[in-house]
Structure formats: C-alpha cells, structure tokens
C-alpha cells in the first residue's frame, strides 16, 4: 500500500496452499519506504482461522534469510496473535527483504488465514491482508518399492518410496516395534540391512493417515511359487466365484497390482481389482467407484493388451490370443477418477484409419512413462501385420518399422524395446528371432539379433513371454520364458558384451507342489513386474491347470544373474 511518501506491502513468497495438521514453513517479503516500524501480524489458536497455536509459535523460529535491515527485530506473542517487529533504522531508502517462518504445525482444521502488514502499532489501521489457505488435503503414497537387493547374501535392501507432497513419515519392518527411519520429505531412498516385511506409515497431524505394505523374499536361488486368487466376497459380487484372470498390469507410480476377474454369472464385464502387497492372497481387494461399486470392464475390452501411461489403463486392440477375435477399438480406466471410458467416434485418440485390425499384437509402455507401442498382430484380412503405432495418450505416430509377428514376447528398457520370439501366424511354427528398436530420439530403428538358444530343433519353441526386471540396466535386466507345446520351459536371462547378445540359462526351483511349472499353455501367457517379482497369468483356460485361477510369482534374487 502506498500512502504519501510511504511504501509498506506484504507479499507471499510461498505460493503453494499450507496442508492442514502438517509440519510447514512459510516465506513472506516486505518492503518499505519511509515507515520507522513494520508488524506483521500471525493468528494463533486453533481453528479454521488460526495458522498455528501458541505453543507451536513459541518453538518455531522467524528468520531472515538474506540480512536483515538495519534495527533491531523482536517477536511479541499475544493470547490469539503474534507480531513480527522490524524495526527500520533508514525509514528514507526503499527496502524489500524476505523472512521466514521456519518449521512450525498448521493448524488441523482447513481454512482461510489472514497475515496483517501494521505501520507503527499493531493497533493501528491495518495497511494490508493477505490470504493463505489451509487445505485439508492428506498425502498419498505414489510408490513404494524395492529397487535392488541381494537375497541370496540376505543384506543391503535398497527403499524408495514417493509422496504426493512433503510429509512426516516412519518405515517399520515386522521385527521391530520401533521404526527403523523417520522423516520428513516427498522421495526417499534408504537402504536396509536386511530383508522382510516392510511398512511405510505417512503421519499428518500426529495421526496416520496412510499406510503401505512391501514384502521382500529371501530364496536360496531363483524359484517359482504360486497361489490360488481366492479373493473375499464383495457385496455387488455376490456368492459369485472368480473362474479366470483376463490381465496383470502393474501400476509403478500407485504402487499397485491390478487384476481383470472374470466372475462366474458374469458374462458381459470383469472386475477390477489390486493390491499393493502382491505375494499373499489376502492382501487383494476391489477397486470401486464413487458410489462404493466394484469396477466392471467389458469383457471384450478386459481381454485386449494394454499398458500403463499418464494414469490409466489403455487397453486396445483386438483379442490377445484369439485368432477370430481382431478389433481396433481403445478404452482406458482413470486411476485418478476410477472411471471406464470407451473412446468414441471423432476422437482423436481413436485407433488410425490407417492400422489394421488385429489381435495378437504387443502394447508396450516406453520407459518415460508418456507413450506406448501397438506393434505387430495379426489381421484376418492381411495376415501378420508389419507395422508399429506409438500413441502419446492424445493421438497417434506411425513408425517406419517392420514387426511383423503375432503373439510375440515384448518389453522395454532405457536401451530399447526388445522382442522375441512369436508366430508369423497364430498356430504356425514359433520362431527363434530376436529384435531390438532403438530409442534415441530421432528415427526409430531396430537391430536382428542371432542368438543361439541351445533348444532342441525338435520342439517347437516360441518366446511365451519377455520382461525386465530393471528397466534402467538394459539387456542385464531382460528375460525371456520359452515354453514348447509338451509343457517343457526354459528361462533364459539376457547379458550382452559388445552388443553381442547370449543368453544364460537358469535353473529353476519348483518350490511347490503346485506351481506355474506345473503344465499349462505357456505359449499363452502374460507377466506384469512388480516389487522385484514377476507375476504371470495364462492368456486362455488351460485343462491342465489343475488349480485355476492362480497367479505365480518368479523372484530373481542374484543381483548379477
């Protein structure tokens, strides 16, 4: 405000809303021409209206963090109010200079403050007011997740978890009543010293208001173990049981498993369901709407591939293993809204003119997280198709690429999207070859890879499934699963030197009687990797299967393969 020869403003540096009942800090500017003294004025108590109490004010600290005009500062508190004191000792220069408010708990109840700018007096006729929200807004666990560690050893478990915004945290394992760590911030990396059951509690306001499990394996070597998805009975669910999974996509930046159900009695929709603690089966539970009801997809939508960008689930395409079952349509489910929309004619997000229908093609998510590829499949019309379509979440790029293979493994890495294996055509003989589309900014390339399997020329061999166990370390982090039509399996880890690819076979532990190397249609399965494991699900019914539905998990424990 300027009266006279007087300049006196209050101005907010901090711009984002305070989060009520949490522990912030405020950065406020003034300045100041031809004033002998300034107050700003803080409201204290409890309430929509008050920032902090009194108590709170007393062991917080207001700082300058350049130097501070000339005079001397003092604090005065009163019983619903404190006043920041700055003297001005050249009342003739013009002065602006920031402080702080460092560290203290806002109030638990959202509203609206008022910060007051006074000249002289705190009595006197307030120049300025100036707003500043309380939100009542609770933060949310984005990931929690394992990203490295060395069960075989049984040490070094590298954390990371990210918070939608600056919170109080403590991380706890199942050995100890006291935390292992505890905190304040929005992204965190620790590392533990063992491994275990892990739970990640976020505290606002003295309370928890969230909380996230994560379960770390400790195996003596590379095994497979599974479970039946035995889920609870919901109440839009009815006594109905669940008889397939339609599809497994693990959601990184919500820390999530999600599972496509078919339910018996149901034969027009899937259920939707997750987890954020994948390796027990009581740990799922249903993703609902608004309104409390379990998420349905279409059936037909529910079967198609799909991948994970920009928060929500594209699923598009035809069948992803049915030969009389092409399409080109797209539908997605908003995570963030927990909504199913098909996308309708005249959007420009549809399936292009230009791509043929298909079924038994790869959705791929590239590793920034803002694109996928649909690549390859298989048209009735025109047989495999030979093309790549990378689709932004808005609309749609076509890639000079050749692909032209159904049913094919697919993954991608920082180095890439790799292929391997597939069918020229659905039931024809699978192939050996591998590929690699480079990502490097400019055209989109790929290199054929000639690699020697060591398979028996007498099988049928075909990859059944590609994933990367860390995206961010290139060939050493993909593996391939090859499966042959008499229920044999290999799995075979990739390393590269020179570019030149090989690959490394392993010996897998069945752990279990009943296990995913139990005989099953491996030529038709599908992997989502989530907290350092691999889940896997059969594409289509197997009769062999003698538990159905189940998921399995493979656990890679040896950091170097």
């Not at 917080?60 to 508190?77: H, L, R, S, Y």
């Not at 394992?146 to 918070?163: G, I």
């Not at 390796?279 to 709407?289: D, G, I, K, L, Y």
Request: charged share 20%; glycine share 10%; proline share 6%.
């Amino acid at each position: 405000m300027m009266t006279g020869d007087r300049i006196a403003r209050l101005e907010r540096i901090t711009r984002d809303p305070l989060r009520a009942g949490q522990r912030q800090s405020l950065a406020l500017q003034v300045t100041t021409k031809g004033n002998q003294s300034l107050y700003v004025r803080f409201p204290l108590g409890t309430g929509a209206d008050a920032l902090m109490t009194p108590q709170e004010f007393d062991q917080c600290a207001v700082v300058f963090p350049e130097a501070p005009p000339p005079g001397v500062n003092e604090i005065q508190t009163y019983p619903e109010t404190a006043c920041a004191r700055i003297y001005i000792r050249k009342p003739d220069q013009q002065l602006s200079f920031t402080f702080v408010v460092e560290d203290f708990l806002v109030d638990a109840t959202p509203g609206t403050v008022e910060l007051t700018l006074y000249a002289d007096s705190p009595e006197t006729e307030a120049l300025e007011s100036i707003p500043v929200e309380k939100t009542g807004t609770r933060p949310e666990i984005l990931s929690f997740t394992a990203s490295a560690y060395n069960a075989l050893n049984q040490s070094r478990v590298a954390l990371s978890w990210t918070l939608s915004e600056a919170a109080d945290y403590a991380l706890f394992n199942d050995r100890a009543p006291e935390p292992l760590l505890t905190g304040h911030g929005s992204a965190v990396r620790s590392t533990m010293q063992t491994a275990g059951n892990y739970v990640l509690k976020v505290v606002q306001g003295g309370e928890v208001v969230t909380t996230r499990h994560l379960r770390i394996h400790r195996y003596s070597k590379t095994g497979f173990r599974s479970y039946p998805l035995d889920l609870p009975v919901t109440a839009d669910a009815g006594t109905a049981a669940i008889c397939g999974i339609l599809g497994l996509h693990a959601h990184a930046g919500r820390g999530r498993l999600y599972a496509l159900l078919r339910v018996t009695g149901e034969e027009d929709s899937a259920q939707l369901w997750s987890t954020d603690h994948g390796f027990t089966a009581t740990a799922w539970q249903p993703e609902t709407n608004a309104a409390g009801e379990t998420i349905r997809i279409p059936i037909a939508a529910a079967t198609r591939p799909g991948a994970i960008i920009h928060d929500r689930l594209w699923l598009m395409g035809g069948h992803c293993c049915d030969p009389d079952s092409p399409g080109r349509d797209i539908g997605y489910y908003d995570f963030q809204n927990n909504v199913w929309h098909e996308v309708g004619v005249g959007d420009g997000r549809r399936w292009p003119d230009e791509m043929a229908s298909r079924m038994g093609h790869a959705v791929v998510a590239l590793p920034s997280g803002d694109r996928l590829w649909v690549m390859g499949g298989w048209s009735q019309d025109g047989g495999a198709c030979g093309d790549i379509g990378e689709f932004d979440g808005k609309g749609w790029t076509s890639l000079d690429e050749g692909c032209e293979l159904c049913l094919f493994g697919a993954t991608a890495t920082e180095d890439g999207v790799w292929r391997f294996g597939g069918f020229a055509e659905p039931g024809g003989a699978g192939k050996l070859t591998a590929a690699r589309h480079d990502l490097d900014g400019k055209a989109v390339t790929h290199t054929d890879l000639q690699a020697g399997f060591g398979l028996s020329p007498r099988q049928q061999y075909c990859a059944g499934n590609l994933f990367a166990l860390d995206p961010a370390h290139g060939p050493g982090g993909v593996s391939v699963l090859f499966a042959n039509r008499t229920y044999s399996s290999a799995l075979f880890f990739l390393g590269s030197e020179q570019m030149e690819l090989t690959f490394q076979k392993s010996e897998l532990a069945q752990e279990t009687a009943v296990g995913v190397l139990l005989p099953r249609d491996y030529l038709h399965i599908q992997s989502a990797v989530f907290q350092g494991a691999v889940f896997f699900r059969s594409l289509l019914p197997d009769p062999n299967a003698r538990l159905a539905p189940q998921i399995s998990y493979l656990v890679k424990v040896n950091s170097d393969r």
